[in-house]
């Protein structure tokens, strides 16, 4: 607990004193180090300050202050001795049980990742605890902050993964993020991951860290790299003239990592020679006005609600939004607005130039001016670099880039298919023949719960869980292009029709990624900082053919394209692509105001993937796919199922009648059940589109995700499978499926309308609450509700009518 929960009387020890520099020195000069027993002499409600005794003295803080020193008091202590159940040593009595709880909690270190994007803090994050967190080769994977564990040294650390940002100004959610983190959580050592091959542009970020005043160190991460180019670092020089210790670091390897967490120990408990505070010199002028705010900063009482009074002025030259609202309760924050503004326009009369810049090119000066000393680049074109060059010289030519990106998402269709027929045959062998097997057998007896295991849940979730083969080969196209930097050439490529539609390059990468999952691809939009942008980008997202989706383009296309498969497929893909385009450029025009700002695009250099990363996202994903399946999925069916098995259809016909009746039966049965008579309800929505009422229900039960639409698929052309698979059981597997489709009233044509309704009505559920959450309204989910659903509605109906007439 925080000190500042104690109340009168009561007592408690010290675990910690967070909080920066200045402050925190005064702190623990009045005593307040850890282990020592502080009692509380007068904490009144609503009273600042509050009265402490702590080494016999009397002091006295205010809340602010107290509620940064972390305390352990008796009840706690004996809560933790019981959670964790230290040793097999019986619990002491009074102070020594304190002693040992606040000695155990004492060896919690809080750590938090922060750097530039694509440094590599995830791969560091998923080494030292053991997490499987996507890594990717473009900016702005992470978007949300990740925890994990790792113990070492008999410490435990609880490891926090930030998003990445090249700075910590207040102008992209990010940013904001990672500066509240800072702020908020006090991590009590911050490890600054900076990419050793690009050293100039990620200290700018350890500059400003620099400025906040926080216990930190620095992990020269890609050092493999590094190593290669063959350039030379001092970094024991660097790290004297930061003020912030160095070590290198690997995060494919985890090389280093060890050594890491070594010296964060040493920061925590405070002997790390190495870690002293300094001041980024941002040269006289500057300096000057910095001071002359700074000077009207102090005279507020510390903590500056966490912020250093430096970081706050600098912050406030630079005209930070937020910093100014912080600062609003301060007593005299009217003359600090004046003073800053006066200050400024000084700035502007003697360098001629505004403040911001001013302060930006200083930062840059003198991260340059540190290189110098300490840094020797030997070749300016390393290997690697040469071969980015090469690389990008190709593929984002002007004539070739487009062909090659389509060729590559050709390949990635092709192998979808062709390679994913193997393993996909053979579990679907399997299906079959543990249906049949079920199915024959006398175990339980023809009835309900037969038909509910093998139509039910063996046709529901059998037939959807044979496309786990191509979804895993999906993501791992997917997740190669990220990891190897193409994707970001991708976006580079597509920049320009981007603009064209009202938005960025980076609107690319969540689109492309929304052929995985419209989730994930919904929240990475995060990482557009233009407003406008980003909510037209989350609005189409879900027009991006997501991985759930497949099955029914799979097996419709299996039936009755069985010709051009991996063309269908692209051709239903790049559908969904246009109607994006047109969707977009018509909400960039009518419906969503404001400009659009330009934005700087970061190309990474070319990495081979490791194949541990690719794999290990390739298979997160197809456990997540399983997952679903055991639950959603398997409930789903079984619902579908048991609307369609009920209300029994009694066949009361009698003698001539019956044998026509019995081919007739299941059909019938179909038709009457409580899901035939919903199918019907909706049928005359439907029919223009070419729609009868099986495809009404498939496309009902969809909007739960997407899958279901396969999956029921399944349970309803399943019990018109049985008799056909008796008429003829030696038929390839796709003229028996087609015959099935077939029979049960679908055309070509309207398979293919099918389709393409299915790929552009409104996206599932889970998909929708992320477009409400992330854009902070509601109504923008339910506008994607009804303007897909119109899409899919207008398109398919055209397609069918326009089909027939031909
Ligand atoms: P983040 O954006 O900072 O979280 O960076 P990621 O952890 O996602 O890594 C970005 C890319 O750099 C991935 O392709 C990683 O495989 C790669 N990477 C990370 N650390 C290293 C390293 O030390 N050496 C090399 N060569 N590559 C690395
Ligand atoms: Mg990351």
Not at 115 to 127: A, R
Not at 256 to 270: D, P, T
Not at 294 to 310: G, Q, T
Request: net charge negative; charged share 20%.
């Amino acid at each position: 607990m925080r000190l500042s929960e104690l109340k009168s009387g009561e007592s408690g020890m010290i675990v910690k004193v967070n909080g920066h520099g200045g402050f925190r020195k005064r702190i623990v000069e009045m005593g307040f180090i850890k282990g020592q027993m502080v009692e509380v002499l007068l904490n009144a409600p609503l009273r600042d300050p509050v009265k402490y005794r702590v080494m016999d003295y009397e002091v006295s803080l205010r809340h602010a202050e107290s509620e940064l020193i972390e305390v352990l008091n008796q009840q706690e202590a004996e809560q933790w001795e019981r959670e964790h159940e230290m040793d097999a040593t019986p619990v002491p009595a009074g102070s020594d049980l304190l002693r040992r709880a606040t000695e155990a909690k004492g060896h919690v270190i809080n750590v938090a990742f922060v750097g530039n994007p694509n440094c590599g803090k995830t791969s560091l994050f998923n080494i030292a605890s053991g997490a499987h967190e996507r890594v990717g080769n473009y900016s702005g994977v992470t978007v949300d902050a990740k925890t994990g564990h790792f113990e070492q040294e008999g410490y435990r650390f609880n490891i926090t993964d930030l998003p990445g940002t090249y700075s910590l100004s207040a102008y992209t959610p990010e940013e904001l993020y990672v500066r509240r983190h800072i702020i908020e959580q006090t991590p009590d050592v911050i490890v600054n991951v900076v990419d050793a091959s690009n050293l100039e542009r990620n200290l700018y970020l350890t500059c400003q860290l620099i400025d906040m005043d926080v216990p930190m160190i620095i992990a020269l991460n890609m050092y493999d790299e590094f190593l290669e180019s063959g350039n030379k670092l001092d970094q024991d020089q660097l790290g004297k003239l930061l003020g912030v210790k160095l070590v290198p670091t690997v995060g494919r390897t985890g090389a280093g990592v060890e050594e890491l967490f070594h010296h964060i120990i040493s920061i925590y408990e405070g002997h790390g020679q190495f870690y002293r505070h300094i001041h980024i010199n941002h040269g006289q002028i500057i300096e000057k006005y910095i001071d002359t705010v700074e000077s009207l900063v102090r005279v507020n009482p510390e903590p500056h609600h966490n912020y250093s009074a430096r970081f706050i002025s600098i912050k406030l030259l630079e005209n930070d939004k937020q910093i100014a609202q912080i600062i609003s309760d301060f007593e005299n924050y009217e003359d600090i607005i004046t003073c800053r503004k006066r200050c400024q326009q000084d700035i502007l009369n003697e360098m001629q130039e505004d403040s911001e810049t001013a302060i930006t090119d200083a930062k840059y000066g003198y991260v340059q001016g540190a290189l110098k000393e300490c840094f020797v680049n030997v070749h300016k074109n390393s290997h690697s670099r040469l071969m980015t060059k090469t690389i990008d010289s190709i593929v984002t030519n002007r004539y070739l880039g487009f062909p090659i990106f389509f060729l590559l998402l050709y390949l990635m269709f092709y192998c979808t298919f062709n390679i994913g027929q193997y393993p996909m045959d053979w579990i679907d062998s399997l299906v079959g023949w543990l249906g049949k097997s079920i199915s024959n057998s006398n175990l339980h007896g023809d009835g309900p719960l037969k038909d509910l295991i093998v139509d039910g849940i063996i046709a529901g979730v059998g037939g959807v869980i044979i496309f786990l083969p191509n979804i895993m080969i999906l993501y791992a196209f997917i997740s190669w292009m990220e990891d190897s930097g193409y994707m970001a050439r991708a976006a580079f490529i597509m920049d320009r029709i981007m603009h064209k539609m009202g938005l960025h390059g980076k609107s690319f990468i969540p689109m492309v990624m929304g052929f995985g999952c419209s989730i994930p691809a919904v929240m990475a939009t995060r990482t557009i900082e233009d407003r406008k942008s980003r909510l037209i980008t989350m609005l189409i997202v879900p027009l991006m053919s997501c991985s759930a989706r497949l099955p029914v383009y799979i097996i419709i296309i299996g039936a009755f394209f069985a010709h051009h498969k991996a063309l269908v497929l692209l051709g239903l893909y790049t559908l969904g692509i246009l109607m994006s385009v047109l969707m977009a450029r018509l909400f960039s025009r009518y419906l969503v105001k404001g400009d659009s700002s330009p934005f700087v695009m970061e190309l990474p250099p070319y990495r081979l993937p490791s194949w541990k990363s690719v794999f290990r996202h390739t298979w997160e994903k197809g456990r997540q796919y399983l997952k679903k399946m055991g639950t959603t999925i398997l409930v789903a069916s079984i619902i579908i199922w048991a609307l369609s098995y009920y209300p029994r259809y009694e066949n009361s016909s009698d003698g001539e009648e019956k044998a026509s009746m019995v081919a007739n039966s299941n059909e019938l049965q179909m038709k009457n059940s409580y899901i035939g008579q919903l199918g019907q309800m909706i049928e005359p929505v439907i029919r223009p589109c070419g729609f009868a009422w099986r495809e009404g229900v498939s496309i009902l039960a969809g909007t739960a995700a997407k899958e279901i639409v396969a999956s029921t698929m399944g349970v309803l052309y399943s019990q018109t499978d049985a008799e056909t698979e008796q008429l003829d059981d030696e038929a390839a597997d796709e003229a028996r499926l087609s015959g099935i489709l077939r029979k049960s009233g679908m055309t070509t044509l309207s398979a293919l309308s099918f389709m393409i309704f299915v790929l552009l009505y409104m996206p599932c559920i889970p998909t929708c609450i992320a477009i409400k959450n992330e854009s902070g309204r509601l109504k923008w989910a339910f506008f994607t509700i009804v303007y897909t659903t119109l899409l899919a509605w207008v398109c398919s109906t055209l397609v069918y009518q326009v089909g027939s007439m031909m």
